[in-house]
């Protein structure tokens, strides 16, 4: 056991800078992802700073109706918050996806943001891992890659190996949504402490050349809020997760799709895909594609498709993961078609 120390600040402030003073401290949320870690070796912080009262827990509606949602939120809170549950759906589906009842009592909206990718060989210090250790080969590669990245981790991306996937659903539906987090962090040198706006979409990190940086965010930095902008295509969202197990599962592949349709076309869209990549995927390509078209299984399919394009699924003895190509195409059609409520055509989704 390797030794560490433990306070609560009062603030975020105090969090912040006793983070920021420490290089190996880390903060600790609802600890349901953080202290599996420290159980298995994975971790092995010098201090944790436990961020309960440095973040709020508030979930408040503002007046041009976008929602700061703290980032001590509980995930169960979160999902069955009336505003959250009326104006986007999408994000209240994705919470009621994601682990149980009991776990979402615990965990928070910034662990969950923050909480590390699922890959079997990564929590198991005894095999080989690129993203725990730069050094070390991927073990993914050669062995079970089910639940990993056919997208941005290729040997087109010229990085390093890791095909790990980023696990949060409610990531995925906050991507889709157009969701910013504030962050306070340490300053300069630990000088002068100052705030910023990351979006969410841009918050996660593809693995690149330093797959054991999952984020953008630099050491001490606290997420003290999420911030959804006021979305009226939001209303009309949902989220659709495919999975091994009807529940108590990660996903293989989900999608997080906001629809608006006028005269059978497709006037707007949001849509985003998680289980495929390294970080919360927003499908540019398909919005593209689907902007215009006709609100039909064939544009549906086309886009999803044209999303798809520079996808790379791994091979391997215990087998890979190419069937999530046609799981995505699938996934993403029957999702918008219920959301267009557009009529099935012939072809299977
Ligand atoms: C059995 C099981 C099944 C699960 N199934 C799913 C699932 O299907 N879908 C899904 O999405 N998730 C799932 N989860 C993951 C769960 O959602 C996360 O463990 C949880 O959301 C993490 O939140 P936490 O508050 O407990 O974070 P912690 O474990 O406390 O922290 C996680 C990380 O975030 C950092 N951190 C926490 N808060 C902040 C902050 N405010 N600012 C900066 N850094 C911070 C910590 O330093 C740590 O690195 C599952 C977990 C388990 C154990
Ligand atoms: S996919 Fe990434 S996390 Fe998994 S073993 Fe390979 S390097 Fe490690």
Redesign the pocket.
């Known amino acids: 056991m390797k030794p560490f120390t433990y306070t609560r600040p009062d603030d975020a402030g105090a969090a912040v800078a006793a983070v920021g003073a420490d290089p190996g401290a ?11 870690h420290l159980k298995l070796g994975v971790a092995g912080p010098s201090a944790l700073v436990d ?1 309960a009262r440095a ?1 709020s827990t508030d979930i408040v509606e503002r007046d041009d109706g976008g929602l700061v949602i703290g ?1 001590g939120a509980l ?1 169960a809170d979160v999902a069955a918050h009336p505003v959250v549950r009326r104006d986007h759906p999408v994000l209240a589906q994705a919470l009621l996806d ?2 149980s009842g009991q ?1 979402r009592n ?3 909206t ?3 943001l ?2 590390r990718t699922r890959c079997a060989y990564f929590a198991d210090p005894t095999t080989p891992c690129t993203k725990r250790d730069l050094t070390q080969p991927c073990s993914a590669r050669g062995g079970w890659a089910r639940y990993h990245a056919i997208l941005g981790a290729g040997s087109s991306t010229g990085g390093a190996s890791c095909i790990a996937t980023h ?4 990531a995925v539906a906050l991507v889709a949504l157009d969701a910013t987090v504030q962050v306070l962090g340490p300053g300069h040198e630990g000088v002068g402490q100052s705030t910023r706006s990351v979006p969410v979409a841009e918050l996660h990190r593809l693995p690149g050349d330093d797959p054991t940086r999952d984020t953008v965010l630099r050491h001490g ?3 003290t809020a999420v911030e959804l902008p006021p979305s009226p295509i939001a209303r009309n969202s949902a989220y659709r997760k495919v999975r091994d197990r009807a529940s ?3 996903a293989l592949v989900s999608v997080a799709a906001a629809l608006e349709v006028r005269d059978g076309v497709v006037a707007d869209v949001r849509l985003a895909l998680g289980g495929v990549a390294h970080k919360p995927w927003r499908a540019t390509r398909a919005e593209a594609a689907l902007r215009g078209a006709p609100a039909t299984d064939e544009s549906f399919r086309a886009a999803a498709r044209a999303e798809l394009v520079d996808a790379e699924p791994v091979e391997t003895p215990l087998g890979g993961n190419a069937f999530k190509l046609d799981l995505v195409v699938g996934a993403v059609t029957d999702t918008l078609r219920r959301l267009g409520k557009a009529r099935p055509t012939k072809e299977t989704a």
């Open positions: 880390t903060f600790l949320a609802g600890g349901t992802n953080l202290l599996d961020v973040t980032a995930n994601g682990a776990l615990m965990a928070t910034g662990g969950n923050l909480q696990p949060s659903d409610m930095d606290l997420i108590y599962a990660f």
